[in-house]
């Protein structure tokens, strides 16, 4: 079964600090994505990718950055992190445009 | 780029009664369409798909159907239960090279007893 794993699963971050979530896939996937989701709110795209070493920016990218450092890892990096960024970030995985594969989620929170 | 709008956002229903979510995109070369559950502090689990070939799909109560005319996707819900209750998300691709996947905005059902 296709899995795709995020770690840490919740996390506290200061104002101003760096975090750095990871996503693991297994399922021999090309394209990763980053979302994020806020209470009770749609997704939104922050960077994908379709190849290792590559990323591309999706529709919020502003105050992230994302790294491929190969087909199986995809990192999302907060440089500094904002209060505004607390919410609920999603990995996911899929087969150029078909199905989407989802983590489980990383609950970020922004003090 | 493709533009996916959701309604409603928030529906209320009796327990037996259906359910109708709608979708409409932009691009006209859009060829995949997925439906997404989400259960409270869960993650997003695919409910359905239909392909652009396809037009419709039915399976666990609920029928995805796919207007390519009006560039509409629906989920209909026949006979809703309190399971039901969720979050839910159509999602739309293309079928070229390197295109990304673009959610709806979601819609949370509530199924009243």
């Known amino acids: 079964e296709a899995a795709v794993t995020q770690s840490p699963r919740s996390k506290v971050a200061v104002t101003g600090g760096k975090v750095t979530l990871s996503c693991h896939q297994t399922?021999?996937?090309?394209?990763m994505y980053w979302y994020r989701q806020d209470t009770g709110h749609g997704l939104r795209l922050i960077h994908y990718?379709?190849?290792?070493?590559?990323?591309e920016k999706g529709d919020i990218p502003d105050g992230y950055k994302a790294s491929r450092p190969s087909q199986e890892n995809f990192s999302l990096i907060l440089e500094l992190a904002s209060l505004s960024q607390t919410a609920v970030y999603f990995c996911?995985?899929?087969?150029?445009?078909?199905?989407?594969?989802f983590g489980k989620g990383t609950r970020l929170t922004v003090v | 780029g493709e533009q996916v709008e959701q309604r409603p956002p928030h529906l209320s229903v009796r327990e037996g009664d259906s359910a109708v979510i709608t979708c409409t995109y932009t691009?006209?070369?859009?060829?995949?369409f997925f439906w997404y559950k989400q259960e409270p502090g869960a993650s997003l689990q695919l409910l359905m798909k239909?392909?652009?070939?396809?037009e419709i799909n039915e399976g666990q109560g609920f029928t995805v159907l796919l207007n390519k005319k009006d560039k509409r996707l629906s989920l209909n819900l026949t006979a809703a239960h309190p399971g039901d209750s969720a979050a839910y998300f159509c999602?739309?691709?293309?079928?070229?090279?390197?295109?990304?996947?673009?959610f709806g905005a979601g819609t949370k059902l509530t199924i009243k007893p």
């Open positions: 990718s379709y190849v290792a070493d590559s990323t």
């Open positions: 399922n021999n996937h090309d394209y």
């Open positions: 691009d006209p070369n859009s060829y995949y």
């Open positions: 999602a739309v691709s293309a079928n070229y090279g390197n295109e990304k996947i673009t």
């Open positions: 996911a995985s899929s087969e150029q445009s078909t199905e989407v594969f």
């Open positions: 239909v392909f652009s070939s396809t």
